[in-house]
């Protein structure tokens, strides 16, 4: 599976954007798709995540209520809308594919990644 994340951009505080990652290959359905993301000097970390069916989502503390994943396995698509969007939030947003019915927020457990795509909002 190949991934191409893109989207991303400057944005003002408050504002919406939404992150599309594009996947190949015909098991796309196969995967749980995440969303990681990671600012200057920190570690990646994990934002959400839907399984393979996009029966469930799960999300980070710090942007629930905020960002929602949806994902369209006929067009091998995932999204990310965020919205209220804040100074923390810049970073280099991952999308990333873990094989199976589960999920994990562990960027370890994750198979294939794409190659990000920079979200900055300014204050």
């Known amino acids: 599976v190949q991934l191409q994340a893109s989207g991303g951009g400057l944005v003002r505080f408050g504002d919406s954007l939404r992150l599309s990652c594009a996947a190949s290959?015909?098991?796309?359905?196969?995967?749980?798709m995440g969303w990681f993301r990671q600012a200057p000097w920190k570690e990646r970390e994990f934002v959400t995540v839907?399984?393979?069916?996009?029966?469930?989502?799960y999300y980070a503390n710090s942007v629930k209520g905020r960002f929602t994943i949806s994902r369209h396995n006929a067009e091998n698509m995932v999204y990310l809308q965020m919205s209220s969007l804040k100074s923390e939030d810049t970073a280099v947003y991952y999308c990333?594919?873990?094989?199976?019915?589960?999920?994990?927020?562990?960027?370890?457990?994750?198979?294939?990644w794409g190659q990000g795509t920079l979200v900055t909002v300014s204050s």
């Open positions: 990333a594919a873990r094989y199976g019915s589960g999920w994990s927020s562990n960027p370890r457990d994750y198979d294939y």
């Open positions: 290959g015909r098991t796309f359905s196969s995967y749980a």
């Open positions: 839907i399984t393979y069916s996009g029966g469930r989502t």
